[in-house]
């Protein structure tokens, strides 16, 4: 297998547009068996390629052959990108969808709140006896009665550690697998595919046009193996 890393280049002159500015548009130069594999995601001028034998590279004009080591050091970069950005997202969809889902409408303050009010709840609900003072005052004010709100403070508050529980489990499990990728020297382009592969993570129902009538089907609903992607992934999971 040969590997070239190359530039796009002007339709007409064939210049690579990284030495001029394409004036009719750019193309990928005519290499023999020029198969391109991806753009750099590090500097989008460049692209990987693999070719025939009978390619030749041309330095001058920004295209150049690699041998497999330099192409897994380059492959390597880019993945370590990826990877870098995927384990950021991870997190930031983690904040957006706690946000969302656990905090909603109410302050942060809610939640810790939330904290005492179930504990007394509980034992209001086990003993009609036991002292729930918070319950008892917030049901006043409220007007239903303690054994009510009771019992929708338990229901809410195991609602939000079932929520909570999903979404740090699925974050966690994205986070394990990307720490867990590793990167073959010896096969660069296969680890490439492997980090960018798909899984099928549930199946909905989308209605579309077949044998003259809408119908509706199920399909697969996917998201990358080691991408993170949390809130479709929630939604699978049944939250």
């Known amino acids: 297998m040969r590997y070239f890393k190359l530039t796009q280049v002007d339709s007409v ?45 041309d330095p001058e004009n920004q295209c150049w052959e690699l041998t497999l080591a330099e192409f897994a050091d ?55 006896s036991a002292s729930a003072p918070d319950i008892a005052a917030e049901a006043a004010v409220r007007g239903v009665t303690p054994a009510v709100l009771a019992t929708r403070v338990v229901q809410h508050h195991e609602s939000f550690r079932a929520k909570e529980a999903l979404i740090a489990g699925l974050r966690g499990k994205q986070l394990d697998r990307m720490n867990a990728f590793q990167f073959d020297a010896t096969d660069p382009w296969g ?33 990358r193996y080691y991408g993170p992607e949390l809130g479709v992934r929630y939604t699978m999971a049944g939250g």
């Open 13 to 57: 002159t064939s210049i690579s547009v990284n030495r001029e500015t394409s004036k009719e548009g750019p193309k990928f130069p005519d290499i023999p068996g020029l198969n391109v594999l991806m753009q750099d995601n590090i500097n989008s001028c460049f692209y990987y390629a693999t070719v025939s034998e009978e390619a030749e590279p």
């Open 74 to 128: 380059a492959i390597k970069a880019c993945l370590d990108k990826e990877l870098g950005l995927a384990k950021e997202a991870v997190y930031g969809e983690e904040k957006g969808l706690r946000r969302v889902q656990l905090v909603g409408k109410y302050d942060d303050t809610a939640s810790v709140a939330g904290i005492y009010k179930y504990e007394q709840a509980k034992a209001l609900i086990a003993n009609p």
């Open 191 to 223: 680890s490439w595919l492997e980090f960018m592969r798909l899984e099928v993570i549930g199946t909905r129902g989308e209605r579309v046009f077949e044998n003259g009538e809408v119908v509706t089907k199920d399909v697969d609903v996917t998201a």
